[in-house]
């Protein structure tokens, strides 16, 4: 027979669940007055937890959560609108003047003509970049 006290994880043990106490602390506990002293207190503690109230906010978290959030304004930008019309007016003006258009061009030298394909494909490029900037500081707000 054990005639050291029990450790308070396996007095816990014991009153938690009877079937995983070991079948020598259940011996232990039947001659050792202290450790059933011990018991009871853990019993009463496990009962007194076991009673109180559950704690309830009576505050909405919810509500003041969402009073700290900074309100996002999204910004209208006029780019597209104004890249719409242009295309359109360009559109129509290379439609009217087609048979004029493809003079103009077979008279033309190819460095005016690269040039003009150049210029087009810096604008674009300089569009991609505002956006994908604008994409990463989006990406930043929402991390």
């Given amino acids: ?18 079937s995983a106490a070991s079948s020598s602390a259940t011996d232990h506990l039947a001659v050792c007055t202290h450790c059933s002293e011990q018991v009871a207190l853990y019993r009463s503690l496990f009962k007194a937890i076991a009673e109180q109230e559950i704690p309830v906010f009576d505050v909405d978290m919810s509500a003041l959560v969402l009073a700290q959030l900074p309100v996002y304004k999204e910004k209208k930008s006029l780019w597209v609108p104004v890249i719409f019309i242009i295309c359109c007016f360009a559109g129509a003006v290379l439609y009217i003047f087609r048979q004029n258009f493809l003079m103009i061009l077979s008279g033309s030298s190819l460095v005016f003509l690269l040039a003009g394909l150049a210029g087009f494909i810096a604008v674009v490029a300089i569009r991609i970049n505002a956006l994908y900037k604008k994409f990463r500081y989006n990406c930043n707000l929402i991390y």
């Fill in 1 to 18: 027979m054990n005639t050291a006290h029990l450790s308070d994880e396996e007095i816990q043990l014991f009153v938690a669940n009877l």
